[in-house]
């Protein structure tokens, strides 16, 4: 056996899948020029709406707290771009309707149970990190009316490179994160206004720290 069927078998004993299964939707997603490698729990519905310039992982790394019956689910009406590799653990759930538009970058990662409904755009870029149970919402969905609000428009989302995002965090409409940036678990972040290379927490988040770094 080549080291390269001993990798691919050891990938998917590790993430608990079918190797059959993921070998024959392997030669399917090839035979249709995407570079796809993905678990037998994956659903895509618009594989003609995304572009790959690289490769695109789903569901095939082993996180202990996920069962290898979770389910991962891409819906892509609009369009989905990856450039590079990127991968998507398992029980995450995309939502990109008609008309929007998700860029994922190359060398990044987002972890299970993340949760992507896009209305408009979301751009994340290289070498970000993003935890579990994440949230990235570029819709209100609702309006809520009082005296004096001031209604700020839908707009998209843009992670710069290099971002590291808390579990649990929440990113909103119209939200830029610099290049370098952390977010702390739990946070619910909405805003351009913040620096590269910033510690950013709360709800609603704020600069905590500057000048910092991760690995």
């Not at 069962?67 to 689910?73: Q, V, Y």
């Amino acid at each position: 056996m080549s080291s390269k069927s001993q990798s691919f078998l050891a990938k998917c004993r590790s993430a608990e899948g079918n190797p059959l299964t993921i070998f024959l939707r392997r030669i399917f997603y090839k035979s249709l020029d995407k570079n796809i490698l993905a678990h037998n729990n994956t659903r895509i519905i618009g594989l003609n709406k995304i572009q790959i310039n690289g490769a695109l992982e789903i569901g095939m790394d082993y996180v202990g707290f996920v069962c290898k019956t979770d389910k991962t689910l891409l819906r892509i009406s609009g369009n989905l771009s990856i450039n590079g590799f990127f991968r998507i653990s398992k029980g995450c759930r995309f939502d990109i309707p008609q008309n929007a538009k998700v860029e994922l970058g190359n060398n990044s990662y987002m972890n299970p149970n993340c949760l992507v409904v896009i209305s408009h755009s979301l751009k994340i870029g290289d070498n970000c990190a993003i935890s579990w149970n994440c949230h990235f919402l570029d819709n209100d969905f609702h309006k809520i009316v009082y005296p004096g609000r001031k209604e700020s428009p839908n707009s998209g989302i843009v992670i710069g490179n290099n971002v590291w995002i808390g579990s649990n965090s929440v990113i909103l409409k119209g939200t830029v994160i610099p290049d370098g940036c952390v977010i702390a678990a739990n946070s619910v972040v909405r805003g351009s206004s913040f620096s590269p290379n910033s510690l950013i927490a709360g709800n609603p988040a704020k600069t905590i720290k500057t000048e910092v770094s991760w690995s």
